[in-house]
């Protein structure tokens, strides 16, 4: 019987699995695609703080974030500047290399990285955790479950399944230079979402990553935008077919039971407003394993000890996933006129200078706050109340 079974090899499970060998345990992670970072479903935007869980050398970053363009549905735009954003520097991370980086260092700390190894059962009894892998049997004292949006899982453990998701869509293709991070809105461009374009440079050739984050049929919203004349003047090449996911924006009712915790995109951990999700999936890793090592020295792992992983990622996140639902609750209200007004009032200098004062990339519960205190969109935002 092996300490600790991973389930799924993103950067949820890989940093776990460092983390846990690293103390010393026999962890053996389980990844069932055969290549660790393919495919590649993220757009990889990040900010340093990640380097508060790994290293990120600079031949793993696409480009640098300097400016974000928020663009109405009738065509008006913001601009902010990222370059004094909070102090922060942001970038397009290459997510295959990071990934294929975390399994290196997974390995080095010990632990067995299984790809082309597909997890098709897990069961969980008081004395073990007995996983069925390809064939094979699996017995484990403690279980991780870092498998993505795979809820099956999750639902037979009685976890229950994320409080919202939503599809996501995106490619990438060749395309002209261009500076900073473009966000479109509107009801019929990406209802209930928006559309992104993140420039990046690969293999020195400019790049775009466009993708869209929508209820409904995410691919056919990311194909109507990609005709449309403005964009398609940009592209260099015909674009292949979008990449598709679900998005959780909520946690699982419960992301631990006797023996297994739920890490990442699989304990339905992104943020809410952006879908965003490196940097939950290590934060969530490193308490989880944290919880671990504590329930390994104490010799148990009933509820009542794996409870205190649920209160860890609640005291680190519990207001920010709170507020930043509210406010997704309330701009999924707005018309397009709305946003049009909501977009060009934040061009305002005030507004600009309380985001260049409160705004930060992996927490958005100040910036929030803050918004919802001037006049203007504070007015906007609450005529969605009583809708």
């Not at 590649?40 to 696409?62: N, R, W």
């Not at 976890?159 to 261009?178: C, K, N, R, W, Y």
């Not at 339905?268 to 989880?288: D, E, M, V």
């Amino acid at each position: 019987m092996i300490d600790v079974a991973i389930v799924g090899g993103g950067p949820a499970g890989l940093l776990s699995a460092s983390l846990i060998a690293e103390a010393g345990l026999e962890v053996l992670l389980l990844e069932d695609h055969d290549d660790i970072g393919a495919p590649t479903h993220c757009t990889g935007i990040a900010s340093l703080e990640i380097a508060e869980f790994v290293k990120i050398p600079d031949e793993m970053i696409l480009g640098g974030v300097t400016r974000a363009r928020l663009v109405a549905p009738g065509g008006g735009h913001t601009d902010t500047r990222w370059d004094g954003f909070g102090k922060e520097r942001l970038f397009v991370l290459d997510r295959a290399a990071f990934d294929r980086s975390l399994a290196e260092r997974a390995t080095r700390s010990g632990a067995s990285v299984l790809t082309g190894s597909r997890v098709d059962d897990i069961e969980v009894t008081r004395e073990r955790v007995t996983l069925h892998a390809s064939g094979r049997q699996i017995e484990a004292r403690a279980c991780v479950l870092a498998c993505g949006v795979s809820y099956a899982f999750q639902r037979r453990l009685g976890l229950g399944l994320p409080g919202q998701l939503i599809h996501t869509a995106q490619v990438e293709v060749d395309a002209d230079p261009s500076e900073g991070v473009e966000i479109y809105f509107g009801r019929s461009t990406a209802p209930d979402g928006f559309v992104w374009a993140v420039p990046i440079v690969r293999e020195r050739r400019p790049r775009l990553k466009l993708g869209v984050m929508a209820r409904g049929n995410a691919a056919e919203h990311l194909r109507a935008f990609l005709q449309r004349p403005d964009v398609r003047a940009r592209l260099h090449e015909e674009p292949g077919d979008p990449i598709r996911r679900l998005l959780p924006l909520k946690p699982l009712p419960r992301t631990y039971t006797e023996r297994l915790l739920a890490v990442g995109d699989a304990g339905g951990f992104t943020k809410p407003t952006t879908g965003g999700g490196i940097f939950y999936s290590l934060l969530t890793a490193s308490l989880a394993a944290e919880t671990l090592l504590e329930a390994f020295q104490a010799g148990r792992f009933d509820e009542a000890i794996l409870a205190g992983y649920e209160r860890a990622w609640n005291d680190r996140l519990g207001q920010e996933l709170r507020v930043a639902d509210w406010l997704r609750g309330r701009l999924t209200r707005l018309t397009d006129v709305e946003i049009d007004r909501l977009i060009a009032a934040a061009a305002s200098n005030d507004v600009q200078a309380l985001v260049q004062r409160t705004a930060r990339f992996n927490w958005h519960r100040d910036v929030i706050v803050a918004l919802l205190r001037q006049p203007t969109i504070g007015a906007l935002l609450a005529r969605s109340l009583f809708r």
